[in-house]
């Protein structure tokens, strides 16, 4: 795909303009959106700058900042790879070549450990483990809500720990939350309220046909859930029972149509039982809530 042209762009606004009309002609939902966020990353203003400046005159060195970041997104590398920062439940998270880049249906899983604790516990020291934090996103945010949880997040990739660790730093809350290398939650000997994963779930079939945004920029590894795409929910439930406490509960996030086949695997043990499913917006069931069976 050719790089979009902003040669007739002599001002921030007319860029915005411009560039948002070549990405919708290039088949992108999000074209206004994606315009104004490559042009303020690659100006260094945020959206009350961006509209304020709007009549300033671009220098021909904006206009090729701007160019070569639009040029990316044209390509279809996600905005959210080329400005190296997502936000998830408010909190703005970087990303790295390690990480998924947090979508909103994963915040499903925040709002189901939110409604299993209930209101009534939020300010308990709950203890919180996120197997395969990536970003960190899932943890962080429920740290966030929990003013007096500490948590756990571990990831198998190094680089993924240490941007997760910079994340919690970046958002306040280093000081309650811990990384730490491991696959799952092997070598894990402590025991937490709420555990919590988004965990590779795609068929490694499948995978070729993704959009080209997950499959040729999102790491493989952090999609590839084997040959029927559950092999994480199998390595998860052999060991998270060991790891909750009385009354503690886990939830995962699961791909479509994938329910019965991990509440089979969660409960073919005895040991879990599962209490709910949560949709996301789209109303499809995206969170499986299980608990210690008879807790």
Known sequence: MSAPDLSAAKDI???????????????????????????GHALSLDHTGLTSAGARALSDAERDAITRLATRRMQGEPVARI??????????????????????????????ALAAIGPARKHEPLR???????????????????????????????????????????????ARAQFRLADFSDDLNETFDVVVSNPPYIPTRDIDALDREVRDFDPRRALDGGSDGLDAYRAIAGRV????????????????????????????????????????????ARAVVARPRGS
């Open 128 to 174: 919180v483990a996120d197997l395969g934090t990536g970003t960190g996103a899932i943890l962080l945010a429920l740290l966030h809500e929990w003013p007096n949880a500490t948590g756990l997040g571990t990831d198998i990739d190094p680089l993924a720990i240490d941007t997760a660790r910079s994340n919690a730093q970046a958002v306040g809350l280093a």
């Open 13 to 39: 606004a007319t860029a915005r303009r411009v560039l948002a009309s070549q990405f919708a002609g290039a088949g992108i939902d999000s074209a206004a959106l994606d315009a104004r966020l490559i042009i």
């Open 83 to 112: 400005i190296g920062v997502k936000e998830f439940w408010g909190l703005p998270l970087a990303l790295s070549a390690a990480t998924l880049v947090p979508r909103p249906d994963t915040e499903t899983i925040v709002e189901a």
């Open 241 to 284: 029972p060991l790891l909750l406490n009385s009354g503690g509960v886990l939830i995962v996030e699961i791909g479509i149509g994938q329910a019965a086949d991990v509440e089979a695997i969660f409960t073919a043990g005895g040991w879990l039982e599962v209490a709910s499913l949560r949709p996301d917006l789209g109303g499809v």
